[in-house]
Protein backbone atom coordinates (compact mmCIF):
# COMPACT_ATOMS: atom_id res chain seq x y z
CA UNK A 1 0.00 0.00 0.00
CA UNK A 2 1.01 3.69 -0.49
CA UNK A 3 1.77 5.85 2.35
CA UNK A 4 2.84 9.12 2.64
CA UNK A 5 5.02 10.49 6.31
CA UNK A 6 5.49 14.08 6.70
CA UNK A 7 8.02 15.40 8.80
CA UNK A 8 9.44 18.89 10.01
CA UNK A 9 6.70 20.26 12.16
CA UNK A 10 7.13 21.82 15.32
CA UNK A 11 7.57 24.95 17.15
CA UNK A 12 8.90 28.05 15.84
CA UNK A 13 8.44 31.88 16.18
CA UNK A 14 6.71 34.41 14.64
CA UNK A 15 8.45 35.59 11.45
CA UNK A 16 10.54 32.21 11.79
CA UNK A 17 10.86 29.62 9.01
CA UNK A 18 9.88 26.16 9.09
CA UNK A 19 10.08 23.21 5.97
CA UNK A 20 7.79 20.10 5.85
CA UNK A 21 8.63 17.06 3.86
CA UNK A 22 6.65 14.24 3.06
CA UNK A 23 7.70 11.11 1.43
CA UNK A 24 5.85 8.48 -0.54
CA UNK A 25 6.46 5.17 0.13
CA UNK A 26 5.67 2.20 -1.77
CA UNK A 27 6.32 0.53 -5.50
CA UNK A 28 5.45 4.22 -6.64
CA UNK A 29 5.23 4.44 -10.64
CA UNK A 30 3.71 8.32 -10.94
CA UNK A 31 2.25 10.41 -8.64
CA UNK A 32 0.03 12.76 -10.32
CA UNK A 33 -0.61 15.91 -7.69
CA UNK A 34 0.80 16.11 -4.11
CA UNK A 35 0.37 18.44 -2.18
CA UNK A 36 -0.32 20.57 1.95
CA UNK A 37 -3.84 20.81 3.34
CA UNK A 38 -4.10 22.23 6.73
CA UNK A 39 -6.37 22.14 10.23
CA UNK A 40 -6.18 24.43 13.02
CA UNK A 41 -8.86 23.70 16.18
CA UNK A 42 -12.61 24.58 15.35
CA UNK A 43 -11.50 24.96 11.47
CA UNK A 44 -12.26 23.19 8.44
CA UNK A 45 -8.98 21.84 6.72
CA UNK A 46 -8.36 24.29 4.18
CA UNK A 47 -5.44 24.26 0.92
CA UNK A 48 -2.12 25.15 1.71
CA UNK A 49 -0.27 24.11 -1.93
CA UNK A 50 -0.60 21.93 -4.62
CA UNK A 51 1.83 20.81 -7.13
CA UNK A 52 1.67 18.53 -10.45
CA UNK A 53 3.86 16.04 -11.92
CA UNK A 54 4.99 18.76 -14.60
CA UNK A 55 5.67 21.52 -11.74
CA UNK A 56 2.58 23.54 -11.98
CA UNK A 57 1.73 25.16 -8.32
CA UNK A 58 -1.25 26.79 -6.69
CA UNK A 59 -1.20 28.16 -3.44
CA UNK A 60 -4.19 29.02 -0.93
CA UNK A 61 -4.52 33.21 -0.92
CA UNK A 62 -3.59 33.35 2.64
CA UNK A 63 -0.02 31.74 1.94
CA UNK A 64 1.10 33.50 -1.64
CA UNK A 65 4.30 35.16 -1.06
CA UNK A 66 5.22 33.13 1.85
CA UNK A 67 5.04 29.39 1.11
CA UNK A 68 6.80 27.51 -1.41
CA UNK A 69 6.10 24.14 -2.54
CA UNK A 70 8.28 21.85 -4.45
CA UNK A 71 8.61 18.07 -5.43
CA UNK A 72 11.70 15.66 -6.33
CA UNK A 73 9.79 13.23 -8.35
CA UNK A 74 12.99 10.70 -8.03
CA UNK A 75 12.29 10.58 -4.01
CA UNK A 76 8.94 10.69 -4.08
CA UNK A 77 8.74 13.61 -1.84
CA UNK A 78 7.22 16.81 -1.48
CA UNK A 79 8.31 19.93 0.86
CA UNK A 80 7.00 23.01 1.98
CA UNK A 81 9.29 25.64 3.03
CA UNK A 82 7.14 28.00 4.81
CA UNK A 83 8.78 31.71 5.91
CA UNK A 84 7.08 34.54 7.64
CA UNK A 85 5.26 32.39 9.59
CA UNK A 86 2.37 34.09 11.31
CA UNK A 87 0.14 32.64 14.67
CA UNK A 88 -2.52 32.27 12.39
CA UNK A 89 -0.28 29.18 10.37
CA UNK A 90 -0.67 27.53 13.69
CA UNK A 91 -2.21 24.26 12.47
CA UNK A 92 -1.92 20.35 11.76
CA UNK A 93 -0.38 20.27 8.47
CA UNK A 94 -1.48 16.92 5.93
CA UNK A 95 0.40 15.54 3.16
CA UNK A 96 -1.67 14.56 0.52
CA UNK A 97 -1.17 12.43 -2.67
CA UNK A 98 -3.88 12.45 -5.69
CA UNK A 99 -3.69 9.89 -8.21
CA UNK A 100 -0.93 7.69 -7.45
CA UNK A 101 -0.36 4.53 -9.90
CA UNK A 102 1.47 1.80 -7.99
CA UNK A 103 2.98 -1.66 -9.16
CA UNK A 104 1.65 -5.03 -7.52
CA UNK A 105 3.73 -7.69 -9.21
CA UNK A 106 3.65 -6.26 -12.81
CA UNK A 107 0.36 -4.90 -12.02
CA UNK A 108 -0.34 -1.15 -12.33
CA UNK A 109 -3.15 0.08 -9.98
CA UNK A 110 -4.20 3.45 -8.50
CA UNK A 111 -4.78 4.98 -5.27
CA UNK A 112 -7.32 8.18 -5.87
CA UNK A 113 -6.08 9.60 -3.07
CA UNK A 114 -3.59 9.38 0.08
CA UNK A 115 -3.67 11.49 2.86
CA UNK A 116 -0.87 12.07 5.48
CA UNK A 117 -1.10 10.88 9.22
CA UNK A 118 -0.19 15.44 9.82
CA UNK A 119 2.48 16.96 11.58
CA UNK A 120 1.51 19.51 13.73
CA UNK A 121 3.16 23.50 13.39
CA UNK A 122 2.74 25.50 16.08
CA UNK A 123 3.58 29.87 15.89
CA UNK A 124 4.45 31.29 18.97
CA UNK A 125 6.25 33.72 20.91
Known amino acids: QVQLVESGGGLVQPEGSLRLSCVAS????????MGWYRQAPGKERELVATIVSGGSTNYGDSVKGRFTISRDNAKNTVYLQMNSLKPEDTAVYYC???????????????????WGQGTLVTVSS
Open 96 to 114: HGDRIDYWIGSVLRMNNEV
Open 26 to 33: GRIFRINA
